[in-house]
């Protein structure tokens, strides 16, 4: 681990594993051990048109991953299937608001099996529908790419979502991490973070990086350098 600067300490980096090697996945979550978690992408093929891993994946890499896994779940049917990564035990489990017939319920049962409750919301789809149910989630997830895949690029008209979320959540008194995912690199993180966002996924901007350890560095101190929070 290196250390931090605790300035710094408001604000997380995780590096999605969807854009490391699958061959060395051991490999590469021990190389992000100074990240504060690791983005697991979960994808069924049904809600994006793209396919990963499942439960046994996951299981895996939390078998000899350093730091705790925060799960994105990218899969239909997420009332069903989303309590089964709870069971293994991760830190959290995100499910999109766009494949549940209940979040609240869902939202309820993975807290219940000792996981952080976290919702995803597509570009497409409205924060306000959620802002009284706030209190429900440890985390909201603000898709900034269409979910699928990694190396896309940044989408700024996301920001006042952030914005509104933050908002909501400081009326309602409550810690909700704000998460960001797609396209965040070091001339785009510091925009989310102004807008609110506190926890940073990863993917291309990490593991392509030459020298991954100085990547989350960099990313972790432009994030807190503008984070509003
Ligand atoms: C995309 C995934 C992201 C992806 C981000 O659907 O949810 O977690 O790994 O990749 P980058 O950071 O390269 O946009
Ligand atoms: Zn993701």
Same mark, same amino acid.
């Given at each position: 681990m290196s250390p931090r600067d605790p300035q710094d300490g408001a604000v997380r980096i995780q590096p999605s594993i969807l854009s490391a090697d699958f061959a060395n996945m051991q490999r590469d979550v021990e190389r992000i051990a100074s990240a504060d978690g690791v983005h697991v992408d979960v994808m069924?093929?049904?809600?994006?048109?793209?396919? #990963?891993? @499942?439960? &046994?994946m996951v299981e895996a890499v939390q078998r000899v991953s350093p730091i705790p896994l925060?799960?994105? %779940?990218?899969?239909?049917?997420?009332?069903r299937w989303a309590p089964g990564y709870a069971e293994l035990g991760v830190f959290s489990v995100t499910f999109h608001a766009e494949a549940s017939t209940d979040p609240v319920a869902l939202a309820r049962r993975i807290r219940h099996l000792g996981a952080r409750a976290s919702i *995803? %919301?597509?570009? @497409? #789809?409205?924060?306000?529908p959620y802002l009284e149910l706030l209190p429900e989630f440890d985390q909201v997830l603000v898709m900034t790419v269409e979910p699928g895949f990694g190396g896309q690029s940044f989408? *700024?008209?996301?920001?006042?979502? %952030?914005? #509104? %979320?933050?908002a909501a959540a400081e009326r309602?008194?409550?810690?909700?991490?704000? &998460?960001?995912? @797609?396209g965040i690199?070091?001339? #785009?993180i510091g925009i989310a *973070?102004? *807008?609110?966002a506190d926890t940073f996924v990863a993917g291309s901007a990490v593991y392509g990086a030459a020298d991954v350890e100085a990547a989350i560095a960099e990313l972790r101190a432009a994030a807190a350098a503008s984070h509003a929070h």
């Open positions: 069924d093929n049904h809600f994006v048109p793209n396919l #990963t891993f @499942g439960p &046994q925060d799960v994105h %779940l990218m899969i239909e049917d997420a009332d *995803a %919301l597509k570009p @497409g #789809t409205p924060v306000e989408m *700024a008209d996301m920001m006042p979502k %952030l914005r #509104t %979320l933050r309602h008194g409550i810690d909700l991490w704000l &998460q960001v995912d @797609g690199a070091l001339d #785009t *973070a102004e *807008a609110g």
